[in-house]
């Protein structure tokens, strides 16, 4: 799948994706940050991963094409080193209430929060 349409609602702090066979995803700053699928945050291997607290505020500061085929998003805690390649973020927009509900259960099972470290 490729995009066809990418806009960053700064207000909302959701980025929306159009893609070419008609499907269209809002993802929040957030959602984003905590699946980046980075090193820092999947680790090198299952099993590996990062459980990402306190991340309810991350905002989105800039929006990076990488080449013809990802996006590499840089967000207010610091954090740029995700490629987000188009596939991700189509898999990422399917499967985002699941995504986020597994997201919530694990921070449940942390005693963690989203809203702070």
């Given amino acids: 799948m490729l995009p066809i349409d990418l806009t ?7 980025l929306e994706i159009a893609f070419d ?5 809002m993802l929040s700053a957030e959602f984003l940050r905590v699946h980046s699928p980075s090193a820092e945050v999947q680790g ?3 099993g590996q991963e990062t459980l990402q607290v306190g991340k309810a505020g991350v905002r989105i500061t800039a929006l990076e094409p990488v080449g013809h085929y990802a996006l ?12 987000f390649s188009w596939d991700y973020l189509y ?12 997201y919530e259960d694990k921070l449940r099972a942390a005693g963690a929060s989203r809203h702070t470290v």
């Avoid at 590499?72 to 490629?83: Q, V």
């Fill in 8 to 14: 960053l609602h700064e207000a909302t702090q959701r």
């Fill in 72 to 83: 590499r998003p840089s967000f207010s805690d610091g954090h740029d080193t995700g490629l």
């Fill in 91 to 102: 898999r990422l927009g399917r499967d985002q209430q699941r995504l986020w509900a597994e």
């Fill in 44 to 46: 090198h291997g299952p």
């Fill in 21 to 25: 066979d008609g499907q269209r995803y």
